[in-house]
Structures are given as C-alpha cells and as structure tokens.
C-alpha cells in the first residue's frame, strides 16, 4: 500500500518535469488541419505528421545554427580542459614561491558575475575584431574567449591532481621522466573521470549559453541554437508547431547525450555546486 | 633548474587569459561606471559617481531593485525546502528508482532557452488565464518556472548528502519508537543542514542574476513587472548604450553578490580544499 503511494508521488513528479517537454512534442507533431491549441487540449495529435520538422529546417538555418552550437561547444571543451589542466599541474604538484597568492587570485576570479564584466568584456572583443563582421572564425573565437578558462575548472581538476601518490612521481622521474611527461603519461591517465566532469560541465555551460552569444553575434547564419531558437520564437509568433518542432529538434541531441553520460552529467553538475 | 621554471611555464597561458578577460574587464568595468555616456558615446566624459547618483534617485531602478529582491524572495526558500522531500524519496531502494531519477532531473540538463519557450508555450496554451501578460502574476510565472529547472539539480546535492548519514542514527531513532516523519525531522533534517545552506548561498546568486529565462518568456513585461537587474544591465548597456550605468548598476550586483560567493568560496572550497589534502 505504501508502496503504491509513493510509486504515485513519483509518477506525478515525472509528469511534472517532463510534461512540459511532451506537450511541446505532441505540438511539434500536430498536423496542418490540426490547430496548435484547441479547449480541451488535445495532447495526442489526431494525425502525426513531421512536417513541422521538414518546415523548420527549411525557413530558418537550422543546420547553421547546429554547426556554430557544435563548433563553438567542442573549442569551449577542448580549450577548457587544456588549460585547466596547463594552471592546476602546478598548483598541485609544484613547491613554488607566490602559490598561494595565485591561488587565490584564481578562486577570486570565481566571484566576479559574468553579468558584471560582460560589457568591458564586449569593448576587448570588438577591438580584437573578435566579432561576426569579420569573419567566421573571429565571430567563434569572440563566442568561446571568455569561457576557455575559468577559476572553477582549475580548481576541479587541481583537487583530483593533490591526490596522486607521490611514490608514483618520484618513480617517474627516477625513470628519467621529465614534469611534462609526467603530466600526460602518469597524472592525466589517473584524473579520467574528473577531466570527462569537467568536459560535461562546460559541455553543458556553453551549449546553452545565450546571454554572451546574444551580444557578440549580429549575422542571423553565425547564431547558435539558442540564439537561433529565440529568433525563430520572434519570427513565427502565431506559429507555435513550428517552434515547437525546432526546439524539440534541438534538445534531441543534449538528451540523448545525458542518456548515455548521465553518470558525467550529475558529477558535472554537482561539483559546479559549489561554483554558483 | 627546470622545477623552478616549469610551474610558470604551465602556467602563462591560462593566468594571461584570466587576467586579460577577467581581471581587466573587472577594472574597466569599475572605470566606464565613473563615466558619463549619456551624450557622448565616444569619449564620455569622467563624471565621479554621477551614475551611481541617477541609479539611485530614479523610481524605475528602485523598481528593478524591488522585482530582483521579490523574484529571489520567491524562488529560495523553495529551492531550499521543495527538493528535500523529493530527495528522501528517491532516495528509497526502490526497483526502477535510477530512472526516475533521471527522469526528474532531466529539466535540469535542457538548455534555458529551451525551457523558457516550453514554459511559455504552456502558459499560453492556458487561454484567457495566461500568467505572463498579466503584471500581477509575470513574475510568479517565472519563478515557477525557475524552480521547476533548479529541482533536480538540488535533489541531487541533497541525495548526496543523504547517501552519506549513516544508517546507525536511523536505526537508533527507530529503537526510541521515532515515527517516519519524526525520523526525518530529527535524523535527516540535522544532516542536511550545510547542504541547506549550500542550497541557499548558490540558488541566491542564481537568481539575482536571473537573466536568459526573462528575455525568452517576458522581455521584462508586462510594464516592467519582470524586469530584473541582469535585466536592466543589458538594455540599458545594448539598448540604450548608456555603457556607464549599466556598468554602475553591474557594480551594485557584485557588491551584493560578493559577500554571498565570500560565503560560499570560505565555507565550501577552501573546506573542500582541506578534505582533498587531509585525505
């Protein structure tokens, strides 16, 4: 009996948080005779159809948005990992004088709001040329340049990096190692885990990021999903099949993705926590 | 030789970034507030602490104010309370728990954007009784909306936690005849308390830069009703170019934020900094 009871909480919790994304599916499948809302609400559509799918990929670049989301996703990662790694080696495994202080200098970037620093940051950017006038790979440079390192990253992986034995440094180096060999065939090796939280997280930050994007990018094709996707919510007002269809369309990726990481996807969430 | 050298080898590149696009935009940002661009775009003058003046003699940024702090006022204490309950109960070994679980986490991992226009569409989907276009109910709307996202997120911090009380405290309430609700009440609620806290310093900083989830569902409408300070910065930065007040107004979230991520940074790194050397 108890039992039962909380299988029912839980089922109403699941619709609560996945009801919203079915309604916009069951939108996005209606058919053209069929209107987008209608009292009662109809939430199996009376005639499936993909169009609105075919449509959406048709008017608005859909494709383009997809390539730039991508793009400028994988250099965020890759960046990302490169140089929180590069900075937490030798906070971790280094005896060096001004540790600390840099250190600190490091978890203080952390308390600055992006929101805050964001409009000098739009004042560098422009002067580097770092924006879609130019051209593309400006206009990606200019998306990613303020997320390619960050204090949180550091810390993350400057935390698993403290834990690696020393024995195994000291037999490295008696084996002729030098630090940077060191780094990539013995510590690297040892930080897996962290490094794929890490990538999730970013992973994460910057495929939906929408606030910095929506100020460095004026060319409709050089837009990123969200981006794109607020575009598309402005241009076709009245048509809500077709919003829906792209939105649905761009979080089939990030879904299927958390549905084969998703042990990645909460250890990068969680240990963000702690970022704010 | 080459340990005395390396550690600044390794770190170059990253500490120029963070100095280039963190710490520069941070003095500049304190710079262009002191500036007035009201008239001039190019080469504003230096005005002092003109903006600082404006922002706080005028009604509409009292207002922004006000809607920020109602906004966070409704969207906390729910963050805190609501993913408690949730916690406990996806914590129970129950046979296809794993998968409600994702299941209930899954609004955390969609984009904002995609949330805010599923939202939206909901909203709208209820007719004559749509939350967004009225000014009485805007932020509310949002708000839910918010907590909706956030929920997963900290039944997981919570989950977490409760993984790690120990079954002896549960089982020794059990033996002075605790009740279920009791046996939380007194066992669990006390274990959770710094991640409640945790909770209540990041889910503030959180929503005092709440910022992508009004753009996509109200722009800051109706008539102002949603128009928070992240809000307020951006229009008045890129749509009014008044780069200096919007820098001025950029400076009172941190001063409010600071004291917040000096909390939480004292409280939960440099705690978790300890544990990482200690073990």
């Known amino acids: 009996m108890r039992k039962f009871a909380l299988y029912g909480v839980l089922i109403i919790l699941v619709i609560i948080s996945v009801g919203p994304f079915l309604w916009l599916l069951s939108t996005s499948l209606k058919g053209a005779n069929e209107p987008a809302f209608q009292y009662p609400p109809v939430l199996i559509p009376h005639q499936w159809t993909l169009h609105n799918f075919v449509e959406v990929w048709q008017k608005v670049p859909m494709a383009a948005y997809f390539t730039n989301s991508i793009i400028v996703t994988v250099l965020s990662v890759i960046f990302n990992l490169v140089f929180s790694v590069l900075a937490a080696y030798p906070l971790a495994r280094f005896e060096f004088k001004g540790k600390n202080a840099i250190f600190m200098m490091i978890l203080a970037t952390m308390m600055i709001p992006f929101q805050v620093i964001m409009i000098p940051l739009y004042l560098i950017v422009l002067k580097l040329n770092l924006v879609d006038t130019h051209n593309a790979v400006s206009a990606y440079l200019g998306v990613i340049i303020p997320f390619v390192v960050g204090g949180f990253g550091i810390f993350l992986v400057r935390q698993d990096m403290v834990h690696v034995p020393k024995q195994l440094e000291e037999s490295a180096i008696m084996d002729g190692c030098n630090s940077f060999q060191l780094l990539m065939q013995v510590i690297l090796p040892l930080i897996k885990p962290t490094l794929a939280t890490l990538a999730v997280f970013t992973f994460m930050a910057n495929w939906g990021e929408f606030l910095w994007p929506s100020i460095t990018l004026t060319k409709p094709e050089m837009y990123t999903l969200p981006l794109g996707l607020v575009y598309l919510q402005g241009a076709f007002s009245a048509n809500w099949k077709l919003i829906a269809a792209g939105t649905i369309l761009a979080t089939v990726p990030v879904v299927v993705f958390f549905l084969l990481l998703q042990r990645y996807f909460v250890s990068g969430t969680l240990s963000g926590a702690v970022k704010g | ?279």
């Open chain 2, 1 to 279: 030789m080459e340990r005395k050298l390396a550690p600044w080898l390794y770190l170059a590149l990253p500490l120029l970034l963070l100095v280039a696009f963190f710490l520069l935009p941070m003095g500049m940002a304190f710079v262009l507030s002191l500036k007035d661009y009201s008239h001039a775009l190019y080469a504003p003058p230096f005005a002092g602490l003109l903006n600082y003046r404006v922002l706080f003699s005028s009604a509409h940024f009292w207002q922004v104010l006000l809607n920020t702090a109602l906004f966070t006022v409704l969207v906390v204490p729910a963050m805190i309370i609501l993913p408690i309950p949730v916690a406990v109960l996806v914590n129970q070994p129950f046979k296809g728990m794993p998968i409600f679980r994702i299941l209930i986490y899954l609004p955390v991992v969609v984009s904002l954007v995609v949330a805010g226009i599923a939202w939206k569409w909901l909203y709208q989907s209820n007719g004559g009784m749509n939350w967004l276009v009225s000014p009485n109910t805007a932020l509310l709307a949002v708000a839910i909306m918010v907590v909706w996202k956030g929920l997963g997120y900290y039944m997981m911090i919570y989950l977490a936690n409760l993984q790690s009380a120990s079954n002896e405290l549960y089982e020794a309430a059990e033996i002075d005849g605790a009740g279920l609700l009791q046996k939380h009440w007194y066992v669990t609620m006390p274990h959770l308390r710094p991640a409640m806290a945790l909770v209540a310093i990041i889910s503030t900083i959180g929503a005092l830069k709440v910022f992508t989830e009004i753009y996509v569902m109200t722009r800051g409408g109706p008539v102002g009703s949603t128009e928070t300070l992240v809000y307020y910065i951006y229009d008045q930065a890129f749509g009014n170019l008044n780069l200096g007040l919007a820098c001025a107004a950029g400076f009172i979230l941190m001063l409010v934020i600071f004291g917040l991520s000096l909390l939480n940074i004292k409280y939960f790194y440099l705690k978790a900094e300890k544990e990482a050397l200690n073990a």
